[in-house]
C-alpha cells in the first residue's frame, strides 16, 4: 500500500530518527517506547498550536499495514509503515509520489538512506537536533538541499524555508 502526502504537506519527520537524537526522548524509549512516541507527537502538536505548518510523523509500522492517524486534523499526522516496509522507505516513497518534492522538509539525521534519496528528488532536509531545538524554542540553522541553496535574506528560520515553498520559489 502506497500512502500519498497530501499536496499541501510541508514536513515529513522521521519519528525514531528525532526520538534516539535527543536524550530525553531516548531516555524514555529505552523503558517505553510507545511513551517516547507520544512525548513526541505531543511536543509536535505544542509548538503547532501557534504555527500554520503541517507535520507528518512516520514511525516503523505496529505490524499490519500502513496506518495513519490524524492527530490534529489538518496539521498533525502520524503515519506507520507496513509490516515489510520501513519508515525510512514509507518517507521515501512518500517524497517521491508527491506532485512537488520540493515543497517538503524532511527531518532526519539518516545520512544512509532518507537524506541521499530524497535530496536527489529535490527535497530539502533539516537534522533531527535541529528540529528538535525548533520545537524547544531554540535558533535553527536553515535546511540546505544537496545543491547548496539556502535562504536569501538572511533568516535561517524554518518557517522562511515554509513560506518560501508555498510561494514556489
Keep these: 500500500m502506497s500512502l500519498e502526502l497530501d ?36 511536543m509536535v502538536a505544542a509548538y503547532l498550536r501557534e ?37 525510512d522507505e ?26 541521499p534519496a530524497v535530496a536527489e528528488i529535490g527535497c530539502a532536509v533539516i537534522e533531527s537536533k535541529e528540529f528538535l531545538a525548533r520545537l524547544r524554542g531554540g535558533p535553527v540553522k536553515a535546511p540546505v538541499s544537496e545543491d547548496g541553496e539556502k535562504p536569501r535574506g538572511g533568516s535561517d528560520d524554518m518557517d522562511y524555508w515554509l513560506e518560501r515553498f508555498r510561494r514556489g520559489s
Excluded: C, W
Excluded at 504555527?51 to 503515519?79: H, N, S, Y
Excluded at 515543497?103 to 537524506?115: E, K, M
Design 51 to 87: 504555527k500554520d505548518l503541517r507535520v507528518t510523523l512516520v514511525f516503523d509500522g505496529r505490524g499490519g499495514m500502513t496506518d495513519a492517524e490524524a492527530v490534529i486534523p489538518g496539521k498533525l499526522q502520524v503515519v506507520y509503515s507496513a509490516r515489510y516496509q520501513s519508515a
Design 7 to 42: 499536496t499541501d504537506q510541508k514536513i515529513v519527520v522521521d519519528g525514531y530518527n528525532v526520538i534516539f537524537a535527543d536524550d530525553a526522548l531516548r531516555k524514555i524509549a529505552r523503558g517505553d517506547i510507545e511513551r517516547s512516541r507520544r512525548k513526541l507527537v505531543s
Design 90 to 115: 514509507l518517507i521515501v516513497s512518500m517524497i517521491a509520489g508527491s506532485p512537488n518534492p520540493r515543497s517538503h522538509i524532511v527531518v532526519t539525521s539518516d545520512r544512509a538512506h532518507i537524506r
